[in-house]
């Protein structure tokens, strides 16, 4: 009677455990979504900033390190079925992505940068970008002309402006062409003859102003309305970047 009674009894605990993984297994399609900013997956750029994803992150810390990014619309706090928590996170789109020697950076409009993938179908289109890994990078100050205010940074960021640099602005419908290049704190748009000192880094924004109002005459000269206006450095290392 013994043995029968032990037979039945771990009969009923394989039964139990095989119950337990078909649930589980039941269960995981919450656990697997989750961000591939995280977890370095492959996903379609524009599903990641329209929609929403799964992180398992510690809550309270992470909620308000995601929040203050500026780059995350809403955080909601949700429970799997493993007792695990996850956030489900609503992302913000950015208004600017850099390539940079084949990386991306996406540079929200609250200042920060985020370092994406170095695959992309289009330069030109930032929907088609694939995201295979984000970092957080530093605030950057945000002014009237952030785009460049945020390239200047970016360059510091990355520990590139002992080298020359080019970085190319894609033109927008009003043709306001951006274009920037650095070499330590020297600005210059060589193919056209043009140099702008930053100095000491004083005076940023009248800088700023003064590289826009040369830039957009450019354009205006070659009758530019789309496309790349293409500088060259000496060291043929050469940065793109555009604004939605």
């Known amino acids: 009677m013994n043995k029968k009674k032990i037979a039945f009894f771990i009969f009923g605990l394989v039964t139990f455990g095989l119950l337990f993984l078909s649930i589980s297994k039941m269960a995981k399609p919450i656990v697997t979504h989750v961000n591939p900013i995280y977890k370095n997956e492959r996903v379609d750029f524009n599903d990641i900033f329209e929609g929403s994803r799964y992180i398992s992150l510690n809550v309270d810390s992470k909620r308000k390190e995601l929040l203050d990014t500026g780059l995350i619309e809403d955080v909601v706090v949700e429970k799997a079925f493993s007792k695990k928590i996850f956030l489900k996170v609503t992302w913000k789109k950015p208004i600017v992505a850099i390539e940079s020697a084949g990386k991306y950076y996406l540079i929200a409009k609250e200042g920060y940068v985020i370092d994406i993938s170095d695959n992309a179908k289009k330069l030109d289109v930032i929907n088609n970008v694939i995201i295979k890994s984000a970092k957080l990078g530093h605030p950057i100050v945000t002014e009237d002309n952030y785009q460049f205010s945020a390239a200047v940074e970016l360059v510091k960021l990355m520990n590139l402006n002992k080298s020359a640099i080019n970085i190319k602005l894609l033109n927008n419908k009003t043709k306001k062409t951006k274009i920037m290049i ?63």
């Open 182 to 244: 650095e070499n330590n704190n020297l600005v210059q748009f060589l193919n056209d003859k043009y140099v702008i000192n930053y100095g000491d880094g004083r005076n940023i924004r009248e800088k700023f102003e003064k590289m826009v109002n040369i830039v957009n005459e450019l354009a205006d000269k070659r009758g530019v309305s789309s496309g790349v206006i293409n500088l060259t450095v000496p060291n043929n290392v050469s940065y793109k970047a555009w604004t939605e």
